[in-house]
């Protein structure tokens, strides 16, 4: 059916821009959290603190990106609704039990687990259930809708600290639980316009059948060699993205002690990743093809050049301008993603390009936090983890380059078949023509023989 344009999508579209805030406004706050952690379950006989909580955050934000295959599958086979509604349940029950627990280690399955898992079922269904709406607005919409995570960003970091502060680390938990419980009932406006594959299978045979396996899993994406680059390089670049976002403020703290707010920092990222969502997004519209990878290389570089100032800065100051640079260039990271997907594979087969991508994304952003509290706990300080956290943006910026250089040659290939193909007629006419101007020439001097 074609997409009403408003009505009950205006409803649906605040359902997604909660989910949006609520999911990534708790991990972009990881910080906060990483800080209170260290303080509540930490030693002095502990030498691998550092390494042994960054792996909560972590495991957080990894397994969000990780479980993206898994649940666009679950959204083609069962609807948006249902899917986001039991995700926001599993990951309500996820940060309750965090609440409960005595020592890190249980954290790594409640929080870094299962309230991870339940984030990322309630997150994909809604941005799919975004394109059932709308389709001459999708486009304003989907940047109402990702800056909801910069609101939740600017702001939950200073609820957090102020409800650490006089309730404790678990009550606090407890109370971001009314986050994914709202999450929950905003699930139910996911009202379908475009039937799932299980509607559409139990309406023709009476009993649901499971669609082939092709339908399912489609990894002939990864016959495209320009969307196999993008693969390798985008992982590749985010070893030391995520970093950070978790270490950062106890480097803070360590460096300049408990008379500056460190929240401070994250606001400054939140505001300019939505400025740059809206800026960079709008440019990319003016830039032809996959030449809009060029727009991720410059933001990779620039991110990773940032993370290797952070150490550099010995006053506040600098850090904030340091993180306003940060967050500029990640959100024209996060805006881009799929404008791109959709000149590499085209529009049928974005959806599991783009979970395959994030999927792939899970690796190295959960290995790179814990490796930087490893560095943080042998060394000291976080000085050398921040240096090499700049270096893989930079390099995976460097991979990609060769995307629009791998699109032009598959376009100049393209473009000489059929010169190829005229050649080649003209040749055969031309043969044919020498042949029949031999034959005739022949019989005229038989004929004169004769």
């Known amino acids: 059916p074609e997409p009403p344009e408003g009505g009950w999508g205006w409803v649906v579209m605040l359902a997604a821009m909660w989910c949006n805030g609520a999911v990534f406004g708790i991990q972009n706050s990881c910080g906060v959290l990483f800080v209170s952690m260290l303080e509540l379950f930490g030693g002095s006989k502990d030498k691998q603190l550092a390494f042994k909580t960054a792996w909560v955050s972590s495991l957080s934000m990894g397994m969000i990106f990780f479980c993206s295959p898994i649940v666009s599958i679950f959204t083609d086979l069962f609807g948006c609704r249902k899917v986001a509604v039991v995700g926001a349940a599993v990951g309500f029950t996820g940060l309750l039990a965090s609440s409960f627990v005595s020592t890190i280690e249980p954290l790594y399955f409640t929080y870094g687990v299962l309230f991870a898992c339940g984030c990322s079922f309630a997150y994909q269904p809604s941005l799919v259930i975004l394109?059932?709406?709308?389709?001459?607005?999708?486009?304003?919409?989907?940047?109402?809708?990702?800056?909801?995570?910069?609101?939740?960003?600017?702001?939950?970091?200073?609820?957090?600290?102020?409800?650490?502060?006089?309730?404790?680390?678990?009550?606090?938990?407890?109370?971001?639980?009314?986050?994914?419980?709202?999450?929950?009932?905003?699930?139910?406006?996911?009202?379908?316009?475009?039937?799932?594959?299980?509607?559409?299978?139990?309406?023709?045979?009476?009993?649901?059948?499971?669609?082939?396996?092709?339908?399912?899993?489609?990894?002939?994406?990864?016959?495209?060699?320009?969307?196999?680059?993008?693969?390798?390089?985008?992982?590749?670049?985010?070893?030391?993205?995520?970093?950070?976002?978790?270490?950062?403020?106890?480097?803070?703290?360590?460096?300049?002690?408990?008379?500056?707010?460190?929240?401070?920092?994250?606001?400054?990222?939140?505001?300019?990743?939505?400025?740059?969502?809206?800026?960079?997004?709008?440019?990319?519209?003016?830039?032809?093809?996959?030449?809009?990878?060029?727009?991720?290389?410059?933001?990779?570089?620039?991110?990773?050049?940032?993370?290797?100032?952070?150490?550099?800065?010995?006053?506040?100051?600098?850090?904030?301008?340091?993180?306003?640079?940060?967050?500029?260039?990640?959100?024209?990271?996060?805006?881009?993603?799929?404008?791109?997907?959709?000149?590499?594979?085209?529009?049928?087969?974005?959806?599991?390009?783009?979970?395959?991508?994030?999927?792939?994304?899970?690796?190295?952003?959960?290995?790179?936090?814990?490796?930087?509290?490893?560095?943080?706990?042998?060394?000291?300080?976080?000085?050398?983890?921040f240096y090499l956290a700049g270096v893989p943006p930079i390099i995976g910026g460097a991979i990609l380059c060769f995307i629009p250089w791998v699109r032009e040659r598959q376009k100049l290939k393209e473009r000489a078949k059929p010169v190829d193909r005229e050649t080649t007629e003209k040749m055969l006419d031309n043969e044919s023509t020498l042949v029949s101007d031999t034959t005739a020439k022949s019989v005229k001097e038989m004929e004169s023989g004769f």
Request: proline share 5%; with cysteine.
């Open 131 to 385: 394109g059932h709406y709308f389709k001459k607005r999708l486009g304003l919409v989907n940047g109402i809708v990702t800056a909801g995570s910069s609101l939740f960003t600017v702001s939950l970091p200073f609820l957090l600290r102020v409800l650490i502060d006089s309730v404790g680390l678990f009550n606090t938990l407890r109370v971001l639980c009314i986050l994914m419980f709202v999450l929950f009932l905003a699930g139910f406006t996911y009202k379908p316009l475009v039937p799932s594959a299980k509607a559409k299978e139990g309406g023709k045979k009476g009993k649901f059948r499971f669609p082939s396996e092709k339908k399912i899993c489609n990894f002939s994406v990864f016959k495209v060699l320009s969307y196999r680059i993008w693969a390798v390089g985008i992982p590749a670049a985010l070893f030391g993205y995520f970093v950070p976002y978790v270490h950062l403020m106890k480097h803070v703290k360590d460096r300049f002690g408990d008379g500056v707010p460190e929240e401070v920092l994250l606001l400054c990222v939140g505001i300019t990743s939505g400025v740059g969502r809206l800026i960079f997004g709008r440019v990319a519209d003016y830039i032809p093809g996959a030449k809009k990878v060029y727009l991720q290389v410059a933001s990779f570089f620039f991110i990773g050049l940032m993370s290797m100032m952070i150490p550099l800065c010995h006053v506040f100051g600098g850090l904030i301008a340091v993180c306003l640079f940060m967050g500029l260039f990640d959100g024209c990271f996060i805006c881009i993603m799929a404008p791109i997907a959709f000149e590499l594979v085209g529009a049928e087969d974005v959806s599991q390009a783009i979970g395959f991508l994030l999927g792939l994304m899970s690796i190295p952003m959960t290995v790179g936090p814990p490796i930087a509290g490893l560095l943080h706990d042998r060394l000291g300080s976080y000085d050398v983890a």
